[in-house]
């Protein structure tokens, strides 16, 4: 399952939300605000990158909010391009 997360986890409960529902072989990717969770460090970090869950975070998104040189060393950026692929390799999806 395909997990799309837009709103920052520090406006909003949709990552924990996510965190909480997403079994452990579902892709999780952030975009728009959710990015800051990616961040080296955070609270959001520590549990994403602990999870068993494929992480993603939209590489336009990170470099609009200039984050690039602070994210957590297991976030994987990926372009619009790609999360059109994992879109289609993942028939179920749900956005937060």
């Known amino acids: 399952m395909l997990h799309l997360v837009k709103h920052s986890p520090y406006?909003?409960?949709a990552l924990a939300q996510c965190?909480?529902?997403?079994p452990s072989n579902s892709a999780i990717v952030l975009i728009s605000d959710a990015v800051v969770a990616g961040v080296a460090g955070s609270e959001w970090a520590t549990r994403l990158f602990t999870e068993t869950h494929a992480v993603y975070l939209l590489k336009d998104d990170v470099d609009a909010r200039g984050l690039g040189d602070t994210?957590?060393?297991r976030a994987e950026l990926i372009d619009m391009h790609q999360l059109v692929d994992l879109s289609a390799e993942h028939v179920t999806q749900m956005t937060w």
Do not use: I, K, T, V
């Not at 965190?19 to 997403?22: T, V």
């Open 11 to 13: 406006s909003r409960q």
């Open 71 to 73: 994210l957590h060393p």
């Open 19 to 22: 965190l909480d529902y997403a």
